[in-house]
């Protein structure tokens, strides 16, 4: 009797565990695009294009190889229980075999149907550090410090390490070297950083096409796509990354600049996020460059850490907390989420800018979403579950299990700091340091308080006036607390007057 293997949508890695043993002249590959899926909140146009043609790439390369593949397109409008009723009943499978679904609610859906048929989940492979492990690591702590995840993770796959094990340079991080400041851009010899788009084939055109029927009303236009939507264009993404931009990765990480959307980033979340990619051959391709001398130790071990650390870090949290974790709200933010977010209509202009570039592209780098957006949130006390949803829907690389922690814990401390032991806050010294947002702006970043006045710069010390007594225990906040101590009244009321104004500005 054959077997099915189920791919979900974001499994379409080379190394998907369903597939290893799977015969190809028995078995059968069954994938569905559900509309309840692909339309539970209004998703980025070229979001719902990556996943759309990516998927429709992937079966038509397995049909080449010689596998039997059903597919259930999004025209069709079934439901997983529907197409799965469907499929059973044409082929017959003596049992569906899957590897674990990436997100809980996809989790949760298939362990229900797993009571109706017979489907048999496999451990995933699409991260370094099975969940079971992370679990493990992490039972009984109060909270978890992604550099200690980091180094155990360099330790075991022997990431840059040398034969004494000792890191490779002698020393972990390489933070330091990797700050550089928009004024050291200024001064720099700039070599390229961006990427040319992928011209869109023809599944890409007919998903394009499908996407402006099914989701003319969602954020972003479907015919400015601009992502591989297979292995091998993700990998000459990957390999255009390491000669050309690697190098800069490093000490460019934190630099904000207007109309230079990518700078040195990897841009390889959108594709490594669907399996296209498998964070060992990245990690393993910086590592080999480093080797033959393509780039410093300072920008490899960078892009080590955002994968090794970071990434299954990010990925472990979520598995550790979730479903309760969906539901923080530690510092108690109930503002609705500004209008401004879906339009970019705001005087502010490193947010402008920023929601300008998502809205037309699904992207963000990493210093934009944390620094400028995930910032503003925080300070500005925007209700955790309103900030996540916006996240969800406006990024190409979006998916729940990486949303959740990055914006509850990293971004909005909601999480009482279990992930991150200070809040991501910043007045605007840090936007105008690494970025040239603030020249054009109507605001003033050398403005403390009033209508001339950078609204970072009071946010951020009513923030911390808001959260004074909660944030009185922790050292690393020693300083900020310290300095507001010793504001005398008047400026503290300065502050709170300058604050309460804004915020009413933007309640709409
Ligand atoms: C508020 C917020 C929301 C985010 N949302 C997402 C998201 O939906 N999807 C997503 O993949 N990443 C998300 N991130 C993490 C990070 O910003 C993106 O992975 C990164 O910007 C993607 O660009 P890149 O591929 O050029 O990354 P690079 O800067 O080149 O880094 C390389 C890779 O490291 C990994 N990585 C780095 N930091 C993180 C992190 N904090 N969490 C998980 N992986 C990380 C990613 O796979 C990334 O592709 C978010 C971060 C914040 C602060
Ligand atoms: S002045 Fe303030 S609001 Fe304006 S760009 Fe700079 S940091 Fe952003």
Not at 46 to 67: D, I
Not at 181 to 198: C, G, I, L, Y
Not at 229 to 239: I, K, Q, S, T
């Amino acid at each position: 009797m054959p077997r099915t293997i189920w791919i979900l949508g974001d499994q379409l890695g080379p190394d998907n565990a369903a597939l290893a043993g799977a015969r190809k002249q028995d078995d059968v590959l069954f994938t569905v695009e559900s509309p309840r899926h692909l339309g539970k909140l209004p998703y980025h146009q070229q979001r719902l294009v990556l996943l759309l043609s990516s998927a429709r790439h992937y079966a038509e390369e397995k049909r080449k190889e010689g596998w039997k593949v059903d597919c259930h397109p999004l025209e069709e409008g079934a439901t997983w229980e529907l197409a799965l009723a469907a499929h059973v009943k044409k082929h017959k499978p003596e049992c569906i075999l899957l590897a674990q679904p990436n997100n809980y609610d996809e989790q949760q859906a298939v362990e229900k149907l797993a009571k109706k048929f017979p489907i048999e989940i496999l451990p995933t492979r699409q991260f370094l550090v099975p969940r079971a492990d992370f679990i493990a690591w992490a039972k009984g702590k109060k909270s978890l410090l992604m550099e200690t995840h980091y180094r155990r993770v360099r330790q075991e796959f022997g990431f840059l390490m040398q034969p004494d094990g000792q890191p490779v340079g002698d020393r972990w991080n390489f933070d330091e070297e990797n700050r550089k400041t928009f004024r050291d851009w200024t001064k720099a010899a700039r070599p390229r950083a961006d990427v040319a788009p992928v011209e869109p084939g023809k599944i890409t055109r007919d998903v394009i096409a499908l996407v402006e029927k099914h989701f003319s009303g969602n954020p972003g236009k479907a015919a400015d796509f601009w992502l591989p939507v297979e292995r091998a264009g993700a990998l000459r993404w990957l390999d255009d990354f390491i000669a050309t931009r690697l190098a800069g990765f490093g000490p460019w990480e934190d630099l904000m600049v207007e109309d230079e959307r990518l700078l040195f980033h990897s841009v390889i979340s959108p594709t490594i996020n669907l399996g296209l990619l498998t964070p060992r051959e990245c990690i393993e391709r910086a590592i080999a460059a480093y080797e033959k001398g393509m780039a410093p130790l300072a920008s490899v071990e960078g892009f080590v850490r955002q994968i090794a650390g970071w990434r299954e870090f990010i990925n472990g949290v979520y598995w550790l907390k979730m479903p309760e974790y969906a539901e923080v709200n530690g510092l108690g933010a109930e503002r609705p989420l500004p209008e401004f977010f879906y339009t970019g209509e705001t005087d502010l202009n490193c947010l402008r800018q920023t929601i300008a570039q998502v809205r037309a592209t699904g992207f963000n780098h990493h210093i934009q979403r944390l620094m400028v957006l995930g910032n503003f949130l925080l300070l500005a006390g925007i209700k955790p579950q309103e900030a996540l949803r916006w996240f969800l829907e406006m990024y190409v690389d979006a998916h729940d299990w990486v949303m959740a922690a990055n914006v509850l814990g990293m971004v909005l401390h909601a999480d009482g700091g279990f992930m991150a032991t200070k809040p991501y806050a910043a007045g605007s010294g840090y936007i105008s340091r690494m970025s040239n947002y603030c020249a054009g702006c109507r605001y003033k970043p050398e403005i403390k308080t009033g209508p001339e006045a950078c609204p970072f710069n009071y946010l951020y010390w009513d923030f911390y006036a808001r959260h004074e007594t909660r944030f009185a225990k922790n050292p690393r906040i020693g300083m900020a607390l310290k300095t507001l101590a010793k504001k005398s009244p008047a400026e503290r009321k300065a502050v709170a007057d300058s604050a309460r104004e804004f915020l009413q500005g933007i309640d709409g």
